[in-house]
């Protein structure tokens, strides 16, 4: 295999300063001409550099150099280029081509879905469509033509402004489209076919009119609503938080079933995956409209960060990604907190923050400690794909987060001012950003630097911090040790600047108390402390009562904390800390101790942690304080992959599934009236459903109670679960209900095929009934999933082709059901190997993702690891592996 290297980089020869391209569509074979005007790079550049020109699976048919045809030996064709020899120092190239759209299963470049064209061009996908300088720092101006069959194909778009549309004859019309800003190929975008939309006029910053457009395919109007609205708030809030205006007239989002991920920022062309856009009350739930509402989000503001200042290479993928998973965390947050009083709002806010780093520590924490682990903005790669990581984006977002704790949001804007004056129209580097940051910083502080700081771009792995503490006459003496373990690549990593946002909470008020530091008072900014030093001490004074350190407020930065904090610390800060971060997290670390004692005693619930685990549950249920979305998440035992990465050693995944699920029975017998209580005054059977943070809220705690009773009880509390699927009139409460029927009760329930019956016309809730199916535990003893899995493989309504049905039976069980996927006999690695397999030859790049499932298999118990080891060198082993798919195994293997 090859690898890249970021230090590699270096510009390319030429520019391709316009672009002209006419698509003739054809499913089965369409032509690309392409007119390229080209000029060298850089003027000091010698004569005679050649053009070099990425592309990939294309039936060359012409080339013409200032209008005079090449004959082969003015060029060099290979399987991943075109060279032109001798260009001259500017020109006009014009390539003819043509594709197989039809053919395309990988959906990289152009391809077709449900007989309608599409196109996805990042990372590397438009060299599959014409031979270009496929690379993010080539921007170019483009000029589009699409020529299709009026009947079949009568909607055709690009990017920008549509300048023409005519009858050709023949049955075909044309449209032309002009974009009037610079991009780099991975911008572009065309789509063609049949579609309605639905469409809203808004003011754009000049005060001008722009078009605003959500495209679907018939028949799918009634879903489209949400998308809409939620574009008009990501565009108010865009202005009014960042001072960031819509620069386009025509701004379009069109849904696809057939997409590899969740959408896609083309300049004024979002696609989009339908999952990401289909939301009304009987198809999706709360989760889906929140999801709906952040990625709509997060496409728009790429239109600033990722489009406006694009990535010089993709090794700064994280440049773009995390600035912008950063942005549209905080537009969740202030949509959630929206229309609240202060302290509700807090909570709202502390909500979506508690799910962000839920997220970090299932998916992100286990990347960075395994064979896959890389900086947010990697040193190498080998298929660029394989690094649209949550490192990348996630970890991405913590980082930018950082910045954000140690500027305040007022430096914050400033330099985010400084990073557009400086970079707009331009393709830079993660440097680059950091710089304009820390301009802003040093206009305020000049004594102040973020060169430490930037470590946390070039060192992988997850710094693991202990934090340890004595309070003795009216001062507190803190110690703080960092060290982060070696990642590939990485043995010994220096310090990293760590801000860790804290208060001392005193014992007998309840209350914070002022932050006074002794020695080194440079290192506390309000209540940010800087952490920068391996072993570092921190002495804080008038102090005379007890208190309580709550270190890391809101998840100040992404790291393992381990704290000296008693057990009956974490009860009084998971009932007292003023920072409901904190208390959330405090109640995690008791269940996580308990679960890990009951895993160690191989099911004796008999430890002080259980007994403080039902203490805390006890409290919880008692604080009337608590709002719903609060509570809901309180209450839900850590996953069973943030237990089984927070265990020092190696693990067996079905005896971690018996212990989380014997706490999680014993909390819900101690406290079966209770739920019930919750459960009843929340059930409000018959109400009119709406999607808004306070009813979600309801219903999340709502379900979270259903679950225990459903869990304590026998057919009476199933009953509650049936009842609730019957009368249920939204998404949220019928699929809460069916999983907890399917997941607990006996195989096959009339529900599930109700399920199907009802809604077996729409892809989206056909991909939760497999789903379910597939998630069922090792503890429902009524059911064999890995069977239930190989008998889906065979349903009619099941393909590997298109990727959110692959997802939903492939990843849902080896991704999302530990418990079954690590079974003791290794079928389920003998399953997931034939699967891989399979999918690598139709979509690498889906079946890369699905290859993920044992980066972690040297975390097994011996005899665990001998069955994955086997199943990873079978599929190593396979004829035409995909680069993709051998990069992901190789590294486990290696
Ligand atoms: N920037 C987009 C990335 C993306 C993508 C990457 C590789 C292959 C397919 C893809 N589809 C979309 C999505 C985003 O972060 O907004
Ligand atoms: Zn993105």
Not at 20 to 43: C, I
């Amino acid at each position: 295999p090859i690898t890249f290297y970021r230090k590699d980089y270096t510009a390319p020869n030429y520019k391709i300063s316009r672009t002209d391209l006419t698509f003739t569509l054809n499913p089965s074979r369409t032509k690309v001409a392409s007119r390229l005007e080209f000029e060298v790079w850089d003027h000091s550049n010698p004569d005679n550099l050649p053009l070099e020109l990425d592309g990939e699976d294309l039936e060359l048919d012409q080339v013409l150099l200032n209008g005079e045809k090449l004959d082969a030996t003015c060029y060099t064709q290979s399987h991943t280029g075109l060279t032109i020899h001798n260009p001259g120092r500017e020109g006009v190239l014009e390539i003819t081509v043509y594709i197989q759209p039809d053919q395309n299963t990988r959906l990289e470049g152009l391809y077709v879905s449900n007989g309608n064209f599409f196109t996805q061009c990042e990372a590397q996908g438009f060299r599959r469509i014409t031979y270009f300088s496929d690379r993010p720092d080539v921007l170019s101006q483009f000029t589009v033509t699409l020529i299709a069959n009026e009947a079949t194909h009568p909607v055709s778009l690009s990017n920008g402004n549509l300048i023409e549309e005519k009858k050709l004859g023949e049955g075909l019309h044309m449209t032309r489209w002009e974009d009037p800003f610079p991009k780099p190929a991975y911008l572009f975008a065309l789509v063609a076919g049949r579609f309605v939309c639905q469409e809203e006029t808004v003011k754009k910053g000049d005060g001008k009119p722009a078009l605003l457009q959500v495209w679907v395919e018939p028949g799918n109007l009634d879903k489209t609503d949400f998308a809409m609205q939620s574009l008009k708030k990501s565009i108010d809030w865009d202005r009014e938080r960042f001072g960031l205006e819509l620069d386009l007239d025509r701004f379009m989002i069109v849904a696809t079933a057939d997409f590899n991920m969740g959408a896609m920022e083309n300049k004024g062309l979002n696609i989009f995956n339908t999952k990401f856009v289909f939301a009304n009350p009987e198809l999706a739930t709360d989760v889906d409209f929140e999801n709906v509402e952040s990625v709509v989000g997060h496409e728009y503001f790429h239109n600033w960060t990722g489009n406006r200042v694009t990535c010089r290479d993709w090794f700064q993928l994280s440049l773009k990604e995390g600035l912008t998973v950063f942005r549209d965390q905080e537009f969740s947050a202030d949509m959630m907190a929206e229309g609240l009083d202060e302290v509700q709002a807090d909570s709202a806010r502390a909500v979506k923050r508690i799910e962000d780093v839920k997220v970090l520590r299932a998916a992100q924490f286990p990347e960075d400690a395994g064979p896959m682990a890389h900086p947010i903005r990697p040193d190498s790669y080998q298929e660029i794909n394989n690094f649209y990581t949550v490192t990348v984006y996630e970890k991405g977002a913590e980082v930018i987060r950082m910045q954000h704790t140690l500027l305040g949001e007022q430096l914050f804007q400033r330099g985010m001012q400084i990073y557009f004056e400086r970079h707009d129209g331009q393709a830079v580097t993660c440097e680059d950003f950091v710089g304009a940051m820390e301009t802003a910083l040093q206009e305020a502080h000049p004594e102040l630097d973020l060169k430490q700081f930037r470590h946390w771009y070039s060192q992988a792995g997850t710094p693991e911090v202990s934090a340890s503490w004595t309070q003795t006459n009216g001062q507190l003496v803190l110690t703080l040790k960092q060290n982060c373990r070696p990642t590939p690549g990485q043995a010994i990593k220096p310090a990293f600047h760590i801000p860790v946002k804290l208060g001392f909470v005193e014992k007998a008020s309840g209350r914070d108390v002022p932050l006074q530091l002794e020695s080194n008072t440079n290192a506390l900014h309000g209540d940010v402390l800087d952490f920068t030093e391996s072993t570092q001490t921190f002495v804080f004074t008038g102090l005379d009562k007890p208190v309580v350190p709550s270190l890391l407020r809101s998840f100040s930065a992404p790291v393992i904390l381990q704290s000296a904090h008693t057990t009956d610390d974490l009860i009084f800060l998971a009932g007292h800390d003023n920072d409901p971060f904190n208390r959330w997290d405090a109640c995690q670390k008791i269940y996580g101790k308990a679960i890990l004692d009951i895993y160690l005693q191989r099911g004796l619930t008999d430890g002080a942690n259980t007994q403080a685990a039902v203490q805390i549950v006890e409290n919880l249920l008692k604080d009337k304080q608590l709002s719903d979305g609060f509570l809901a998440l309180a209450l839900q035992l850590p996953s069973e992959g943030t237990l089984l990465e927070a265990f020092d050693g190696l693990v067996d995944p079905v005896a971690m599934h018996f212990a989380r699920t014997t706490l999680r029975d014993l909390l819900a017998c101690t406290f079966g009236a209770d739920f019930k209580a919750i459960y009843d005054a929340r059930n409000l059977t018959g109400q009119p459903y709406s999607y808004n943070a306070v009813a979600a809220s309801q219903r999340a705690l709502k379900n979270v109670a259903l679950a225990y009773l459903v869990a304590a009880g026998a057919d009476e509390e199933l009953n509650v679960a049936k009842a609730q699927y019957a009368a249920s009139n939204n998404m949220t409460d019928r699929m809460a209900a069916l999983s907890n029927i399917v997941h607990n009760g006996p195989g096959n329930p009339p529900e599930l095929a109700e399920f199907f019956e009802r809604f077996n016309n729409e892809a989206l809730a056909v991909d939760k009934w497999f789903m379910l199916q597939a998630t069922v535990p090792a503890s429902n003893e009524n059911v064999n999933t890995l069977q239930t899995v190989r008998e889906l493989l065979k349903h009619p309504s099941f393909t590997l082709k298109n990727p959110n049905r692959a997802r939903s039976l492939l990843a849902a069980f080896a991704m999302q059901n530990p418990s079954v996927f690590h079974s003791h006999s290794g079928d389920g690695y003998a399953l997931w190997a034939d699967l891989v397999i399979e999918l690598n030859t139709i979509n690498p790049q889906v079946a890369a993702r699905m290859a993920r499932g044992l980066d972690r298999w040297t975390k097994l118990v011996p005899a665990l690891q001998e069955k994955a080891h086997k199943q990873l060198e079978r599929v190593l082993d396979t004829d035409k592996l995909s680069p993709d798919v051998r990069e992901v195994i190789g590294k486990a293997l290696d």
